[in-house]
């Protein structure tokens, strides 16, 4: 499967962003789907995860509250809702997925990022 990114952008301390991750060559349904983030010199991050149906879905401490996750498989496509940015949500951001059982392990396909600046 490919994995495009897109959505990424400037924006302002307290507004939202949605990202977008668009699937080819194979169904997103056969696939848990998540949401990474890097900011150089650190590792990455888990930000939020969906099972392949959407019935569940997890997220790192930093984000919960605020971001969403969701995924519509007839589209093929999987969306990271962010609200209430805050500067240190800058990073890159990269969808991936994984073709195991709930919850994820080892992602096994990887999209491109797409850069997020919240400026303050």
């Known amino acids: 499967v490919q994995l495009q990114a897109s959505g990424g952008g400037l924006v302002q301390a307290g507004g939202s962003l949605r990202l977008s991750c668009a699937a080819s060559?194979?169904?997103?349904?056969?696939?848990?789907m998540g949401w990474f983030r890097q900011v150089p010199g650190k590792e990455r991050e888990l930000v939020a995860a969906v099972s392949r149906a959407g019935y569940s879905a997890g997220y790192g401490d930093s984000v919960k509250g605020r971001f969403t996750i969701s995924r519509d498989n007839a589209k093929n496509t999987v969306y990271l809702h962010m609200s209430s940015l805050k500067a240190e949500d800058t990073a890159v951001y990269y969808c991936?997925?994984?073709?195991?059982?709930?919850?994820?392990?080892?992602?096994?396909?990887w999209g491109q990022g797409t850069l997020v600046t919240v400026s303050s």
């Open positions: 991936a997925a994984e073709a195991g059982t709930w919850p994820p392990g080892k992602y096994d396909y």
């Open positions: 060559g194979r169904p997103l349904s056969n696939y848990n």
